[in-house]
């Protein structure tokens, strides 16, 4: 069966500097993978998606970055962050026209 | 451009008494539907799709939702909660742009008392 993981789970960084958060998807073949973040009492924004290695489609600008070396995995970067880079990242994965996503556990980080 | 709005940010209710938790979206062209529901510093998990056929939807845990195109809502019910309900819900609606990006609405906390 397909698994998703995401690490870490928390992470409590200072401002300026640098962010690097991992995703994997175990289980399937060549999966679209998506970075969505959910702030304080608000809903999800999609931030970045990939259809395939070194492929990175970019929702919204911003101060993060995100890359995809191998065909499951998916990584989210920052050089320096900012206070509102704050909030609960979470990866997906989907594959097939019309279907769910699958979300990992997330990541909640704090910038202080 | 599509949208999802959800009308109730909070919904209080009481241990087995019924609730409804209310999805409207927008989109010009035919639409896939779907409820997530995410427990504390979780992540996010399918309860129900719609992608076409039966209007009335049934998930997981003794949820069921139904869509009406007249209406342009997808209403998420259950008959009778439980403490365990308590959680953030989420209706999303499939991205037209392809590569099956969800749209999502701000969420719906759920608390259920007892």
């Known amino acids: 069966s397909q698994t998703i993981h995401q690490w870490p789970a928390t992470l409590v960084q200072p401002v300026g500097s640098p962010l690097s958060l991992e995703c994997t998807v175990e289980g399937t073949s060549n999966p679209n993978l998506y970075w969505y973040r959910q702030a304080a009492g608000r809903g999800l924004q999609l931030l970045f998606y990939?259809?395939?290695?070194?492929?990175i489609s970019s929702e919204v600008p911003q101060n993060l970055s995100a890359s995809r070396p191998q065909d499951r995995q998916f990584i989210l970067s920052s050089k320096k962050l900012l206070l509102s880079d704050s909030g609960f990242y979470l990866c997906?994965?989907?594959?097939?026209?019309?279907?769910?996503?699958?979300f990992g556990n997330g990541t909640r980080l704090t910038v202080t | 451009a599509q949208s999802v709005t959800q009308l109730d940010s909070q919904v209080p209710v009481f241990e087995e008494a019924p609730v409804e938790l209310r999805c409207n979206y927008s989109?010009?062209?035919?639409?896939?539907l779907f409820w997530y529901v995410q427990y504390p510093n979780q992540g996010l998990q399918l309860l129900l799709k719609y992608l076409s056929g039966s209007t009335l939807v049934k998930g997981i845990n003794g949820f069921e939702a139904e869509f009406n195109k007249s209406q342009t809502s997808f209403h998420l019910r259950k008959p009778s909660v439980h403490i365990s309900d308590t959680a953030e819900y989420f209706c999303?609606?499939?991205?037209?742009?392809?590569?099956?990006?969800?749209?999502f609405g701000a969420g719906t906390r759920l608390a259920v008392h007892p």
């Open positions: 989109s010009s062209v035919s639409v896939y």
């Open positions: 990939s259809v395939g290695i070194g492929q």
């Open positions: 997906a994965w989907g594959v097939g026209d019309n279907s769910p996503l699958h």
């Open positions: 999303a609606v499939l991205s037209l742009g392809g590569y099956n990006k969800l749209i």
